[in-house]
């Protein structure tokens, strides 16, 4: 049995803390006896009696004492639980105020201390601020807000990289961690696919396909349509693949990006190679023949090919990058139901990424075809709002979504288009997207089913038939469900593909040297 | 994922709050603060916070300074002449409170208080030549917390004046304060007239000789523990003084009364202690100052250790930005005016007794005196909110200064100005208001805030010595 002393200076606590404290010392095992106490001269004489004083130590009034009696080595958490409970935040008074609601990343950080990514959303200059103090305190960003400048976009993912984080965005869309979906993304299947997209309906192409094809994602990370840009490296598709690489879930990897600069390509691909995972890499609209050739390597030449090929590898089977699937015997029936004027394609998408997959696989097939994601081949409109000819339009590209909301969520704008091709008696197609999951319209069925009944009723009244042709990128676990959307829009006439490389490749062989 | 993203997603979501809502669903923890612009949406305030936001060098840096804080003992220890005790004070120099002001720029209760120091002094014959002489240049005026120094509303100290000194036993410093006059025509207060000089001397001949001998005789006063025991009385230390007051005399009087002195003077000097029950603040605000010095000069650190208002400008200077002065107008008092007073007889906000506040007491222990709210008519349960707000604002909670009503919680403590910054939370501060003009006095009191643009300032030079 021995006795332990500690002094704390001029901690003044009043006799009833105290004693509770004492109380609550006594009961701790290996404690036989515990006083806490003011060191005024009547404490110590009744601390000596209580044979807790060894000597008269040296302690004024305004000194608190903590005297213990018992195990030696039980002195020391006693003391440890003692400095708890003096030091103890405290709570708000029984019924006092509620704590103030949390209005900055200082407060949540403070209110979920576990905090391990900011989603970030607000007005791009004051985006960066967040993202930074986001990374410095030790969280993971998506930045889905836009208007970040390019330099503020490498000097984030600069500090990202030295602080061992990831930076998806600025401008990212999507994303899917630990099977949640981030911004606008689909609930799709966990499993051990891991995709790193610089395209958010890319990516949402990708993994709703991986889960209809009855395999899982691990983990779709954003990166931002200027990561692979020159001028950025590629940071944050690096960190994917790091991220995926050490990733033990994660068996098989799928990149998805328009072709980066070649020695940014050149670092992702030795990144790729470096994980020692099968990787299946869509570049949209590069050549295969001329990018590295490595076994672990897998180009696919549509989104649609990347999961299929993804899923494959999974399976163990052998992959094979191939052409979209096409109901031959469809498209020719289709053909034969123009009128003798209708010959145009008309796209009219609201993932960006659909629209320029369609304008990679329709420059060549469709003469005087213009697209507002143009390509070497494919020139822009002189004006998306008039367009004439065989044209691809993305209705959620800047130049319609200053001020208004994304065409996703709010069909009002495509829905106008729709009507003006309807009512242009050279149209013998109308080929779109309907993208379900969260983030998008509650549901596309509800919002475009008016619009695509008067298209139905106009060209029946000018005696045409035009032929609507999409694609669903949804799974059944989507708020709007898959199969439910589906049905509605093949009741309403609509040729239904599964996937938007096959809706394009059904729209081709319609239009297609007419 | 367990390296990048952790085993289970936690999200702050800032923006949308349809994001939330969805990967709430689906699983994730998820907090959806109510975000606004931090810095009042300015940019570039707002990217100096982020480059400091738990920047190590800043955190480390905090936590020196505020461990220093948390260690410092003042204890009051004796009474001396202004002139003898406070370092760098002039045989022509003049201190006032807050920051730096030329004599052009005054307020009318500080010029009232240094009219009535020059008299008495015996620097000018008249109320206009010290006008005059105050014009000429040929007094210094600097702020009392260059030297160290605190002084409540105008803070006039002139060579002669006695003063409290407090010696921080933990880190040796010493800080000081003028001695409290009480209320209604006092110098504080830009009063001038015969009676309040010679209050004032009386205070100086008489009454500080037999507060030195009594303290000299107890050998000192620990000040944080009888701080902490007004707290529980229903005191916080800057407005409401009362319990202090009355637990300092009850070690003053025994001591006084051993005196060998005549028994006319003990009795004397006992009663003016006993008349004023804000005779401990300018004790409270020395102690408080003892505390801060010790948080100084920390490089990188952005905790404030000192905030002042000379009537015209309310200043803060942070830890880690050395004696710089970060400056926005003095708000106005909101509160209660005595009968005959309105908002339109105040001046704006005055004194250095807003370091309490910086001290973690005042305002932040708002909790310990639900009387103090009732200047703004305000409810109890007010109170214990101030107190919790500034949870949101400080470095930690001082164990040494607890609120009975949060459950014996530290009050909050050592103020971040990156958490001022970024929740728009500003320091709350309780004080009394004075009259625009110089000398009528005291006219209300009530509670204000430390205006924004200070510690935006602030942070955009903190930044600027930490950027690489």
Not at chain 1, 163 to 188: Q, S
Not at chain 2, 149 to 161: K, L
């Amino acid at each position: 049995m021995s006795l332990h002393l500690a002094i704390l200076r001029n901690q003044y606590r009043d006799s009833v803390a105290l004693m509770q404290l004492s109380a609550a010392l006594a009961k701790l095992e290996g404690i036989t006896q515990a006083s806490a106490v003011m060191a005024t001269p009547a404490n110590l004489e009744l601390l000596t009696r209580a044979g807790l004083l060894a000597d008269a130590p040296d302690a004024a009034p305004n000194d608190l004492l903590i005297a213990l009696q018992g195990d030696e080595g039980a002195f020391e958490a006693a003391l440890a639980n003692a400095r708890q409970a003096l030091d103890a935040k405290g709570g708000k008074g029984g019924s006092g105020p509620a704590a103030l609601p949390a209005n900055s990343l200082t407060m949540a950080l403070e209110r979920q201390p576990d905090s391990n990514l900011a989603l970030i959303s607000v007005p791009g200059q004051y985006a960066t601020a967040e993202a930074e103090k986001a990374l410095r305190a030790g969280l993971n960003v998506m930045l889905f807000s836009d208007n970040v400048s390019g330099a503020d976009e490498r000097r984030l993912k600069l500090l990202a990289t030295e602080l061992g984080r990831i930076v998806m965005g600025p401008d990212c869309g999507t994303a899917i961690i630990h099977g949640v979906p981030l911004a606008f993304a689909n609930v799709c299947r966990q499993g051990s696919i891991g995709c790193v997209g610089a395209s958010g309906t890319g990516l949402q192409q990708v993994t709703v396909l991986i889960d209809r094809l009855g395999e899982g994602v691990s983990q779709a990370i954003g990166t931002g349509g200027h990561d692979l840009h020159a001028s950025i490296g590629g940071l944050s598709m690096l960190a994917g693949i790091r991220a995926l690489k050490e990733d033990e879930t994660t068996r098989v990897i799928v990149l998805v990006s328009k072709p980066p600069a070649e020695d940014v390509a050149r670092a992702v691909l030795d990144a790729a190679i470096s994980t020692g995972k099968p990787v299946v890499v869509n570049f949209l609209g590069a050549d295969p023949a001329r990018l590295p050739q490595h076994p672990q390597l897998h180009y696919a030449s549509t989104l649609q090919s990347a999961a299929q090929m993804a899923v494959a590898l999974v399976r163990g089977q052998r992959p094979a990058d191939q052409a979209p699937a096409l109901d031959a015997a469809l498209a020719s029936g289709a053909r034969t139901l123009l009128g003798a004027q209708q010959r145009q394609l008309r796209g009219l998408y609201s993932g960006g990424t659909f629209c320029y997959e369609a304008t990679l696989m329709l420059g060549g097939a469709l003469p005087g075809l213009h697209s507002n994601t143009p390509t070497a081949s494919v020139p822009a409109p002189d004006d998306v709002w008039e367009v004439r000819g065989h044209s691809l339009i993305d209705l959620g590209d800047d130049e319609f979504t200053r001020g208004r909301p994304h065409p996703m969520i709010d069909h009002r704008l495509r829905n106008e288009r729709f009507i003006a091709a309807a009512a242009d008696p050279a149209v013998a197609v109308i080929l779109f997207d309907i993208v379900l999951g969260f983030g998008a319209h509650e549901s596309p069925l509800e919002a475009m089913r008016d619009t695509l009944l008067e298209v139905r009723a106009m060209a029946r009244e000018a005696g045409r038939t035009v032929h609507l042709v999409a694609t669903v990128c949804g799974t059944n676990a989507d708020p709007q469900n898959y199969a439910r959307q589906w049905e509605g829009f093949a009741e309403l006439g609509v040729m239904l593909t599964a996937s938007n490389a096959e809706a394009v490749a059904l729209a081709r062989a319609i239009v297609a040297d007419l | 994922m367990s390296t990048l993203f952790g085993d289970k997603l936690a999200i702050v979501n800032l923006g949308l709050a349809s994001f939330a809502d969805a990967a709430h669903t689906q699983g994730a923890d998820v907090i959806h603060p109510e975000w606004q612009p931090p810095a009042a949406g300015e940019r570039d305030t707002g990217l100096a916070l982020a480059s400091l936001f738990q920047h190590p060098k800043v955190e480390a840096a905090n936590q020196q300074a505020y461990t220093a804080y948390l260690a410092s003992q003042p204890a009051w220890v004796g009474m001396d002449r202004a002139l003898a005790a406070i370092p760098g004070m002039g045989a022509r120099m003049i201190l006032h409170s807050g920051p730096p002001i030329a004599w052009g720029e005054m307020c009318g209760p500080v010029q009232g208080a240094i009219i009535g120091a020059i008299l008495f002094e015996g620097w000018a014959d008249s109320p206009a030549a010290a006008r005059t002489l105050a014009q000429s240049g040929e007094i210094a005026f600097e702020p009392c917390q260059h030297h160290h120094t605190v002084g409540p509303m105008g803070g006039i100290i002139s060579p002669s004046m006695p003063v409290f000194v407090v010696c921080d036993s933990e880190h040796g410093h010493l800080t000081f304060s003028n001695m409290n006059e009480g209320l209604g025509k006092v110098l504080r207060f830009g009063a001038y007239s015969d009676d309040v000089l010679e209050r004032l001397a009386w205070m100086r001949d008489e009454l500080a000789p037999v507060l030195g001998l009594a303290i000299a005789s107890v050998g000192g006063i620990e000040l944080k523990p009888l701080m902490a025991q007004a707290l529980h009385m229903g005191d916080e230390v800057h407005n409401r003084n009362a319990a202090a007051t009355g637990l300092l005399l009850k070690k003053l009087v025994p001591a006084i009364l051993r005196l060998d002195i005549d028994a006319e003077l003990k009795a004397r000097a006992i009663e003016f202690v006993s008349a004023n029950d804000h005779f401990f603040l300018n004790l409270s605000m020395a102690a408080c100052k003892a505390m801060l010095v010790a948080a100084e000069g920390i490089p990188g650190s952005s905790m404030v250790t000192a905030m002042g208002r000379n009537g015209v400008e309310f200043g803060i200077r942070l830890s880690g930005t050395g004696d710089t002065w970060f400056t926005a107008p003095a708000p106005v008092v909101h509160g209660l005016f005595f009968s005959g007073y309105s908002a339109d007889d105040a001046a704006p906000d005055l004194g250095d007794s807003v370091i309490t506040e910086t001290a973690g007491v005042g305002g932040f222990a708002m909790a310990a005196s639900p009387a103090i709210v009732r200047f703004v008519g305000g409810a109890a349960s007010d109170a214990l909110a101030h107190s919790l707000a500034m949870r949101e604002i400080t470095l930690g909670q001082n164990p040494a200064f607890t609120l009975p009503a949060l459950d014996f919680a530290g009050t909050a403590a050592g103020i971040d100005a990156r958490k001022v910054v970024d929740t728009g939370i500003m320091p709350v501060i309780n004080t009394g208001i004075a009259h625009k003009e110089a000398g009528v006095g005291q006219v209300g009191a009530g509670i204000t805030h430390a205006p924004a643009e200070c510690f935006h300032q602030a942070l955009r030079a903190l930044a600027a010595t930490i950027a690489d």
